[in-house]
């Protein structure tokens, strides 16, 4: 099997979705050996097979984050093709909307489980490497409801533990020359957002967070995968525990009373 020991490598989940897709190959072209992880087999692969730069083609694998034993299965296949991991990107994540007076527990457990214990056992499982490599780096995808505002409650504090995890991970790994970092976008309009609604409201939100937005435009994929990119990078050498927003302005709250 072939070896890509000169590059570096990064694990990007949630691989076969919208965001994961793109931070993918965003990566590829700044010279990362690029491993898709999804839990939809189909998806990662089609997602892998469409990207295929010449060179280094994304290697795409099914895992589903929530469960130890297949993340470590999926790493111990990343370390024996590649011999290294340098990066994991945790974009793997799902939304299920419940007021609180009505809360499902299942749930409410099923978003913890993929939005924040996810992204801890393959940052666990990814250690060993760090450790040995000297350095490595974690880029978490939370959301802008992370910080308030929003009444999604399962989401909104699954999203705001995955900011908890991402500076207690900062903390902790800084010794090791690891960096964690999390990238909060806005709304961006992918088949996430169909999870909660049907096209004609998605249609209306856009048109909702354009004119409240303060760049009065909405976020693209791009500009998550480029905050991405730019976090998993040397360029970003110094910076660990931060929250990007990638929001076009929408992360700041007007001021009341103001028109
Ligand atoms: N799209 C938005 O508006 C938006 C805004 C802010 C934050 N985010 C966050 O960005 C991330 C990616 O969103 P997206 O728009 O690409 O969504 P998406 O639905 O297109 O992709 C999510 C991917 O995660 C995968 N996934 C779900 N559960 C999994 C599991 N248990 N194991 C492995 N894979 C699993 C799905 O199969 C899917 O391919 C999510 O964490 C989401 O919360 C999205």
């Known amino acids: 099997m072939t070896k890509y020991l000169e590059a570096p490598v990064a694990v990007v989940t949630g691989g076969g979705g ?20 999804d839990r939809d087999r189909a998806a990662v692969e089609a997602v892998a097979e469409e990207a295929a730069p010449p060179g280094r083609p994304p290697v795409a694998l099914a895992a589903d984050v929530t469960e130890a034993a297949a993340i470590e ?38 978003t913890m489980d993929v939005n924040v214990k996810g992204p801890m056992l393959l940052s666990r499982a990814a250690v060993p490497f760090w450790r040995k490599q000297g350095s490595g780096a974690v880029v978490n995808i939370s959301s802008r409801a992370w910080s308030g505002g929003s009444a999604n409650t399962a989401y909104a504090s699954s999203k705001a533990a995955l900011v908890g995890l991402t500076t207690a991970m900062a903390v902790e790994l800084g010794p090791l020359g690891v960096r964690a970092n999390a990238v909060a976008p806005s709304f961006v309009l992918t088949p996430f957002n169909r999870q909660r609604t ?34 998993a990078s040397e360029r970003a050498r110094n910076i660990t525990g931060e929250v990007l927003h990638v929001c076009a302005g929408s992360q700041l709250p007007p001021v009341v009373g103001e028109p």
């Open 73 to 110: 299965t999926m790493v111990g296949e990343v370390g024996g093709r590649f011999g290294r991991l340098d990066v994991v990107v945790n974009s793997a994540g799902i939304e299920r909307v419940h007021a609180l007076e009505t809360m499902d527990e299942s749930d409410w457990d099923l």
């Open 18 to 37: 919208a965001l994961g897709a793109i931070i993918g190959r965003v990566l590829a072209e700044d010279g990362f050996q690029v491993v898709l992880v």
């Open 198 to 231: 049907d096209i004609d409201n998605l249609a209306k939100m856009v048109e909702r967070y354009t004119a409240f937005t303060p760049l009065r435009r909405l976020v693209e994929p791009v500009d998550v995968a480029n905050a991405v990119a730019f976090l």
